[in-house]
């Protein structure tokens, strides 16, 4: 009895070591049947791509993904195509890719590439790459004092910011904003100004017609920094600069160079008096002083600028203070650069860029033409340590945007 039971025990046992044998071989050996490894030769053939509305057979995230690396492994080395000629499929699609990416970049204006070199030369000095340090070089946005926000102009129907710089065709575009801001009703028509060559120039320049970030507090209170970032960061942003000596220049001849009255009795008799050697008591008009043949010199003017006691007693008049310190490019990432050199292609650009080209032409009126090559002559009679003092004064402005040292004037 024990031993029948004994066989009946072990009988049972190697029926199951037999069971898990056929199961371990069937997994091992039987499983490859299940899933059989296909020829690529019999792989099914993919249906024919669309045409395209543009009449294209191959859309273009077709084609990348027959560029892939699968792709390339089933068209490439399928049994029994010679090698080489696989090589020289890879090398057909080599020269596919640079011509795609040739097209490209070809396919991008001239205007683009030189936005591009233009704000990635701002994000390059303003990281300390070109000049190491300059007054408010890595302080915040909100670090700046509404008072030095005025140079933002906002339209917020087209969601647009323009920082103006004086003396680089400021008027114009001030022009502009009026009329895509609708702020100025004609008096001929009652109606908003249309046309930016309608809006009378000398009226461009009332700060109330402008609603810029230094009002936001008047405006919004508390929330004028929260407002101010949010604008920041949908609204497409500008402005327009110059080569940094010839604005200099330019605004000389405009405030200096014939009858002022407000710049006679604010900046042109205070020159006069500490520079000036001038006897006596000044004339009481801008006027009678042309008369008289007594009025500021460049190199007073240069003198006034250089001086530490004309910022002590109160921050540079916009017509001279720095662009860096006007529209401060190290805290405000510019959309577009234009420049006065490039006035009427920069603005045709933009206008295009803000999508209101259809409903305005920028202003052809007269530009100023003070000139580039006018540099030499005009600094001829500074001394050459003035020179470059005054360099080193705007030498922000000079990396900021670009310009190049100007060596005529810096050496002797």
């Excluded at 025990?9 to 190697?14: A, D, R």
């Excluded at 004028?224 to 010839?246: N, W």
């Excluded at 080193?392 to 190049?404: H, M, Q």
Aim: aromatic share 12%; proline share 7%; glycine share 6%.
């Amino acid at each position: 009895m024990g031993i029948w039971r004994g066989l009946r025990v072990g009988f049972i046992l190697g029926s199951v070591f037999m069971i898990l044998l056929i199961i371990v071989y069937w997994d091992d050996i039987g499983g490859f049947n299940r899933y059989p490894q296909q020829d690529p030769k019999h792989q099914p053939q993919s249906e024919p791509c669309p045409k395209t509305t543009t009449g294209s057979l191959i859309s273009h995230s077709t084609s990348r993904a027959q560029n892939s690396p699968t792709a390339i492994y089933t068209t490439k080395f399928i049994p029994g195509e010679p090698r080489v000629a696989a090589e020289e499929q890879k090398q057909e699609e080599e020269e596919d890719d640079q011509e795609q990416r040739a097209d490209y970049e070809k396919g991008k204006s001239l205007d683009d590439r030189d936005q591009e070199a233009r704000k990635q030369r701002i994000l390059d000095v303003c990281s300390g790459q070109h000049l190491e340090e300059f007054p408010g070089r890595t302080r915040g946005f909100e670090q700046i004092p509404n008072r030095e926000l005025d140079h933002l102009i906002v339209d917020d129907t087209h969601q647009v910011i323009y920082c103006y710089v004086p003396k680089v065709a400021c008027t114009n575009w001030k022009r502009v904003m009026v009329v895509l801001s609708q702020s100025l009703i004609s008096p001929s028509s009652g109606k908003p100004y249309t046309d930016p060559e309608a809006v009378p120039p000398d009226v461009v320049h009332n700060s109330t017609l402008h609603l810029t970030f230094a009002k936001f507090w008047r405006h919004y209170g508390s929330l004028s920094r929260h407002l101010m970032a949010l604008k920041l960061q949908h609204y497409t942003k500008f402005l327009f600069v110059r080569d940094p000596f010839v604005r200099l220049i330019s605004a000389f001849r405009n405030k200096f160079g014939r009858p002022n009255e407000d710049f006679y009795k604010q900046f042109g008799s205070v020159m006069l008096r500490r520079y000036g050697n001038v006897s006596g008591s000044l004339p009481e008009t801008a006027a009678e002083a042309f008369a008289a043949g007594v009025k500021p010199t460049f190199q007073q003017f240069i003198t006034y600028l250089l001086d530490p006691e004309t910022e002590r007693e109160s921050i540079f008049n916009e017509h001279w203070r720095q662009v860096y310190r006007l529209c401060h490019p190290c805290q405000i990432k510019y959309d577009f650069i234009g420049r006065l050199e490039t006035l009427e292609t920069d603005a045709d650009h933009l206008l295009k860029l803000l999508e209101v080209d259809h409903l305005l032409r920028f202003p052809s009126g007269a530009r100023n033409r003070t000139a580039a090559s006018w540099e030499r002559d005009w600094f001829a009679q500074i001394p050459l340590s003035m020179r470059r003092e005054l360099y080193k004064l705007y030498e922000p402005d000079f990396e900021l945007f670009g310009y190049p040292k100007p060596d005529s004037v810096l050496h002797e």
